[in-house]
């Protein structure tokens, strides 16, 4: 395991003691368990304080507009299978701006690991309310208390058959890189939660969060939907594990990998035009002939 190969010597922006600290030393762990190397690897991310992850990781790096993450990361996916594309943002960004994203992702199931770090705010933008965050909770911006109800994506992952769907906490981390290494090797769609707190904008301590987690009961199946669901949307404990691991089915874009050789898009030969012409023609044929199909 070589986690080294992974640091990067990027100035590192986030505050003193932040726990996404935690979230970065376990990606760096889990990835040298797995044998990856830099040039093996391509992180994802939109706009906020977890986004800046990919910076201070030796890989690939791609960093899209705010919630727009996972349709990027599914055209990295799509165009070069060799890789291991990984995206890595906040609950803010790939819930609420990239929810949408989200769901449709859970349909197609592209090869991607998806962490969210879910600090249940705003931090980039000094602490409003996200979508993760309690009801009640008094933030900068809702000092009344937040109005609505959290949404429980990892329950909404669990419902649509997500391959693996994990919570983790970023103050454990040989827990923490354990499941992404488990995340990262199951091919199709993982999506790892992980309790981040904030240290600065955060309305509770860490001793808040310890108290509140714990391990997935060592009897529960991870194979029972039910059962799943019950702990990822639970009140009252932020059970920390393997969560749901779905029915096995098709890779978004298997059938096109399978055909080109799982090469990437860009060692592929470049069509001529006469092959252009011929398949646009037989798209032509087709489509005229499924019309004639219609009463």
């Not at 990027?72 to 701006?97: C, F, H, M, Q, R």
Request: neutral net charge; contains cysteine; proline residues 8%.
């Amino acid at each position: 395991m070589d986690a080294d190969l992974f640091r990067s010597p990027a100035e590192n922006q986030w505050c003193p003691g932040c726990s996404n600290f935690g979230i970065l030393a376990a990606l760096q762990q889990a990835l040298g368990k797995l044998g990856k190397r830099p040039h093996e690897v391509c992180l994802v991310s939109g706009i906020g304080q977890a986004a800046k992850l990919p910076h201070y990781l030796a890989a690939n790096v791609f960093n899209g507009l705010h919630g727009r993450a996972i349709p990027a990361a599914t055209g990295i996916a799509v165009a070069n299978p060799t890789l291991t594309t990984i995206v890595t943002s906040g609950d803010g960004d790939l819930y609420g701006e990239g929810g949408n994203h989200l769901l449709h992702a859970l349909r197609r199931n592209p090869n991607l690991t998806i962490v969210v770090h879910n600090n249940e705010l705003y931090a980039l933008t000094k602490g409003q309310a996200s979508p993760t965050t309690p009801l009640g909770e008094r933030t900068r911006l809702q000092v009344q208390g937040v109005e609505i109800e959290p949404l429980r994506m990892l329950g909404i992952a669990i419902l649509h058959d997500a391959p693996f769907v994990a919570r983790g906490y970023a103050g454990e981390i040989p827990s923490l890189a354990d499941l992404l290494a488990q995340a990262i090797a199951q091919p199709g769609l993982s999506l790892v939660e992980v309790v981040q707190p904030c240290l600065t904008w955060g309305t509770h301590p860490t001793a808040w969060y310890r108290e509140r987690t714990a391990p997935v009961p060592a009897d529960h199946d991870p194979h029972d939907r039910e059962a799943a669901i019950r702990l990822a949307t639970d009140r009252e404990r932020i059970w920390i594990g393997v969560l749901y691991r779905g029915t096995p089915r098709p890779v978004f874009a298997a059938r096109y990998h399978d055909r080109v050789g799982r090469r990437p898009l860009a060692e592929l030969p470049s069509l001529t035009l006469d092959e252009v012409e011929r398949r646009l023609e037989q798209f032509r044929i087709e489509g005229t002939s499924r019309k004639e199909e219609r009463p």
